[in-house]
């Protein structure tokens, strides 16, 4: 059973090889979504917020979640995670911590600061697919996300 949903999933992820992978397993979960994805930190911050880049033309929708490294370019993950949870117009996010550090610091850091999950990415292309089989399901099939409507028309 495939789930189709017109909000975006932004995934922040500057490594190509990881996207690739990601959206491989995305595709073998079924879950049919439009991706969004920004290679840095600073780039996410500013879709999110509808500046930069992303100011001309139509405004970008905001994403049913994210999926968030913390090794990023320019602007960090804890960086950008803070910035998230710390605005009351973007906080309702889900932001799901989706990096290869297992450090305890990290973990702790992250949830701290207002993140909804952590999953560490796994090595192999077969846990990867189950991770983000996994993920999908709990998501965007068992987790109601918020509604927001209200938000996109700021």
Not at 16 to 31: H, Q, V
Not at 76 to 96: A, D, F, W
Not at 123 to 148: C, M, N, Q, T
């Amino acid at each position: 059973m495939s789930f189709i949903d017109p909000r975006p999933i932004l995934i922040v992820e500057d490594s190509d090889e990881d996207f690739a992978a990601t959206l491989w397993a995305l595709d073998k979960a079924s879950i049919k979504i439009p991706i969004v994805r920004c290679k840095d930190g600073e780039l996410a911050i500013d879709y999110l917020e509808k500046r930069g880049t992303y100011a001309a033309g139509k405004a970008p929708q905001l994403p049913a979640i994210i999926l968030l490294d913390l090794n990023l370019p320019r602007t960090n993950g804890h960086q950008v995670l803070k910035h998230i949870k710390t605005s009351n117009r973007l906080k309702i996010l889900p932001v799901i911590v989706f990096t290869s550090s297992k450090t305890r610091e990290d973990i702790q850091s992250c949830y701290q600061n207002g993140s909804n999950s952590y999953l560490a990415k796994p090595i192999g292309i077969a846990e990867l697919r189950k991770l983000v089989h996994d993920l999908a399901e709990y998501w965007f099939r068992l987790s109601l996300l918020p509604d927001l409507k209200v938000m996109n028309e700021d």
